[in-house]
C-alpha cells in the first residue's frame, strides 16, 4: 500500500526565515553533509534575499518549506548552482533541507514534486541535485523523482565523492 504524502506548501522565504532556517539547522544530523553544523544567522540572511531575488527574476527559489499547520520545517527548491566543480556550474539544481523531526514523512518528496512542477512552468529544461556520496536519504529522494547518476566527482577541500544526478523536464 502506497503512502499518502503530506500535505506541504512552498513560499518564497521571508526575512524571518533566515531565523528559522537558522534554529532548523542548528542540529548536526541535519547538517552532517552540509558541513557538519550551521552557519552563521547574517548567512541565512543573505541566503534568503538570494531566494526572493531569484525567485523575482527567474520565477523560482528555494522556498520555505511549511508543514499541515504552517511552520517553517526547511526549504525546497531549486537555484543555479554557483561553483565550478561538479561540472554543473549554472544549470539549475533541485536541492532541499529539512529539519530533523520531519525525516522520513514524505515531505521533501512532495515538496520536490511540486518544484518540479514550478520548474517545468518557468520552462527549466533540466535540473541537476548534486548529492555526497553516501546521504541515503538524499539519493532516495533523487530516485523518487525519476533522476539518473550522471556523474561522480571530487568534492573540493573534503575526502568526499559527489554525485550529479539529472533530470530532463
Known amino acids: 500500500m ?3 504524502l503530506p500535505g506541504v506548501r512552498l513560499r518564497v ?3 524571518e526565515d533566515a531565523v528559522a532556517w537558522h534554529r532548523i539547522f542548528d542540529d548536526p544530523e541535519v547538517m552532517e553533509f552540509h558541513g557538519g ?3 552563521e544567522l547574517s548567512v541565512y540572511e ?12 527567474r520565477g523560482f527559489c528555494l522556498w520555505s518549506m511549511l508543514d499541515e ?3 517553517v520545517i526547511g526549504f525546497t527548491g531549486a537555484q543555479p548552482w554557483p561553483h565550478a566543480w ?10 532541499w533541507r529539512l529539519a530533523r523531526p520531519h525525516w522520513g514523512r514524505g515531505y521533501v518528496t512532495a515538496a520536490a514534486r511540486e518544484t518540479l512542477d ?3 512552468g518557468a520552462g527549466v529544461p533540466s535540473v541537476v541535485a548534486m548529492v555526497v556520496a553516501g546521504n541515503e536519504r538524499s539519493i532516495a529522494v533523487t530516485r523518487r523523482l525519476g533522476m539518473e547518476l550522471e556523474q561522480t566527482f571530487a568534492v573540493p577541500s573534503s575526502d568526499r565523492v559527489g554525485h550529479r544526478y539529472r533530470l530532463i523536464l
Do not use: F, M
Open 86 to 95: 561538479g561540472g554543473a556550474r549554472d544549470e539549475i539544481e533541485i536541492g
Open 118 to 120: 514550478r520548474l517545468r
Open 69 to 71: 499547520e504552517g511552520r
Open 13 to 15: 522565504p521571508t526575512d
Open 46 to 57: 543573505e541566503l534568503t534575499a538570494r531566494q526572493r531575488r531569484h525567485d523575482a527574476e
Open 37 to 39: 553544523r550551521s552557519a
Open 2 to 4: 502506497k503512502r499518502a
